[in-house]
């Protein structure tokens, strides 16, 4: 015997639940970084007065493309809209033994349903920046409640970015138990 171990089922399982955590960590710290970039353009507009299409956050001012900062929103938005579909099933198997199934509705609806619907919205704005080769680029629901796109998309952000910490506590204080 060369004193090697074999992996067991429940080693793998480990394995790949301590992955799943990873990734889920990822995304948690990359979107929110993402909602507080959508604090400074709320800071920027309502403390430093900067004019709302004028209001990029911070790394708007340097990922700028066609004069925007919508095109780092999209990949932002688009990616966290991937990480969040990957997380379904890895959520749902720890329901209800470690996340209780009301916290797993609030992420279905609030991060998967609603940031669904940002993604769409953020495809529009694409689309009117393609079409107009710039700004102003409103999305639907901001037009239609007459608020404006930095209002809307942090409350977007914030209510998405509730839904997925939720899971998130539970499942990281699971793993903090003997």
Same mark, same amino acid.
């Given at each position: 015997?060369?004193g ?6 429940v080693d793998e #399982? #480990?394995?790949l639940?301590?992955?799943w955590?990873v990734?889920f960590?990822?995304?948690?710290v990359?979107?929110?970084?993402? $909602?507080?970039e959508h ?5 920027? @507009? &309502?403390v ?7 209001a990029?956050?911070l790394?708007?001012?340097v990922f700028q ?7 780092? &929103?999209l ?5 966290y ?6 997380l379904v099933a890895?959520v749902?198997?720890?329901?209800p033994?470690?996340?209780p199934?009301t ?5 279905l =609806?609030?991060a $998967?349903?609603?940031q669904t619907? &940002?993604?769409i919205?953020?495809? @529009?704005?694409?689309?009117? $920046? =393609?079409?107009?080769?710039?700004c102003?680029c409103?999305g639907v @629901? ?8 930095? @209002?809307? &998309?942090?409350?977007?952000n914030a ?5 997925l ?5 539970y499942?990281m204080?699971s793993?903090?138990?003997p």
């Open positions: 015997m060369t090697a171990t074999i992996a067991t089922p #399982r #480990r394995t639940s301590t992955r955590l990734f960590t990822a995304v948690v990359i979107q929110g970084v993402h $909602v507080l604090v400074v353009q709320l800071a920027q @507009v &309502h430093l007065g900067v004019p709302d299409d004028d990029l956050g790394l708007g001012y493309f066609q004069g925007t900062e919508e095109w780092l &929103h990949v932002f938005n688009l990616a809209l991937s990480g969040i579909y990957l890895f749902r198997r720890a329901v033994a470690i996340v199934q916290a797993f509705v609030v992420f =609806i609030s $998967v349903g609603l619907w &940002h993604g919205e953020h495809v @529009v704005i694409i689309a009117r $920046v =393609i079409a107009s080769g710039g102003p409103p @629901v901001d037009v239609a409640l007459g608020t404006t796109d930095t @209002v809307l &998309h942090f409350f977007y209510i998405t970015y509730t839904g910490v939720i899971p998130f506590v499942l204080r793993r903090s138990c």
